[in-house]
C-alpha cells in the first residue's frame, strides 16, 4: 500500500512538471548594460517560483519572440535583459514580459532575413560563429553583434526544427526582408 502511494505521488509530481513546462509566466524585466544579448538575468527566489533553473531556454512574447538562456542574478526577485535585445523588441527600460520555458534541439537549418544594405557586408562564417549556441525559433527574431556592423536583429523566416541551437553544423542560409 505503501509504495502504490508512493508511485502516485511521484506519478502527480510528473505530470504537474510536464504541465508547468509550457505554463507562460509573466516578470518585469529591467534593461541593463551588463546582461549578453541572448540571456535573462533572474534572481534566484523569482527563479524557484517561476520553476527555471540555471540553463533552461525560455520563449519571451511579445510582439517580436525571441529565445533567451536562463543565467543567475543573485538572490533577489528582479529580472534584466539586455539593453540592444529591449531595443530590438520594442520595449522599454521596465516592462513586464510573459516567459515560457521551452525546450531546443540542434538546428539542421536555419534561414535568416537579412536588413537592407547588410547581405553583403555580413560575413557568413563570422555570422555562424557569433551565433553558435543561441536559441532561436521560426518567426522570431535573434540578435548579434558583429564587428564591423555591431549590432543587428536578424528575422528567422524558417528553422529546423522551429526551435533549436544554432551550431557549426547547422546550414545557414541569409536572404533579403
Known amino acids: 500500500m505503501i509504495s502504490n502511494t508512493w508511485r502516485e505521488r511521484s506519478k502527480s509530481s510528473s505530470i504537474k512538471?510536464?504541465?508547468?513546462?509550457?505554463?507562460?509566466?509573466?516578470?518585469?524585466?529591467?534593461?541593463?548594460?551588463e546582461v549578453a544579448l541572448h540571456e535573462i538575468r533572474v534572481g534566484k527566489s523569482l527563479r524557484r517560483r517561476m520553476g527555471l533553473r540555471e540553463g533552461d531556454i525560455v520563449e519571451a512574447t511579445?510582439?517580436?519572440?525571441?529565445?533567451?538562456?536562463v543565467r543567475e542574478n543573485g538572490d533577489g526577485r528582479d529580472a534584466k535583459i539586455s539593453v540592444?535585445?529591449?531595443?530590438?523588441?520594442?520595449?522599454?527600460?521596465?516592462?513586464?514580459?510573459?516567459?515560457?520555458?521551452v525546450r531546443v534541439s540542434e538546428a539542421v537549418y536555419v534561414e535568416l532575413s537579412v536588413p537592407r544594405g547588410y547581405?553583403?557586408?555580413?560575413?557568413?562564417?563570422?555570422?555562424?560563429?557569433?551565433?553558435?549556441?543561441?536559441?532561436?525559433?521560426?518567426?522570431?527574431?535573434?540578435?548579434?553583434?558583429?564587428?564591423?556592423?555591431?549590432?543587428?536583429?536578424?528575422?528567422v523566416?524558417?528553422?529546423?526544427?522551429?526551435?533549436?541551437?544554432?551550431?557549426?553544423?547547422?546550414?545557414?542560409?541569409?536572404?533579403?526582408?
Open 119 to 155: 547581405l553583403g557586408k555580413i560575413n557568413l562564417q563570422r555570422l555562424k560563429t557569433a551565433l553558435h549556441l543561441v536559441p532561436l525559433r521560426a518567426g522570431g527574431y535573434v540578435i548579434t553583434a558583429l564587428p564591423r556592423e555591431g549590432v543587428v536583429a536578424l528575422k
Open 17 to 33: 512538471a510536464r504541465r508547468e513546462m509550457g505554463r507562460p509566466k509573466f516578470v518585469v524585466a529591467e534593461a541593463c548594460k
Open 62 to 69: 511579445t510582439p517580436r519572440p525571441i529565445l533567451l538562456w
Open 84 to 101: 540592444h535585445t529591449a531595443r530590438v523588441l520594442g520595449l522599454g527600460k521596465r516592462y513586464l514580459l510573459e516567459l515560457e520555458k
Open 157 to 177: 523566416k524558417r528553422a529546423y526544427p522551429p526551435r533549436c541551437l544554432v551550431t557549426l553544423n547547422t546550414m545557414l542560409l541569409l536572404s533579403r526582408e
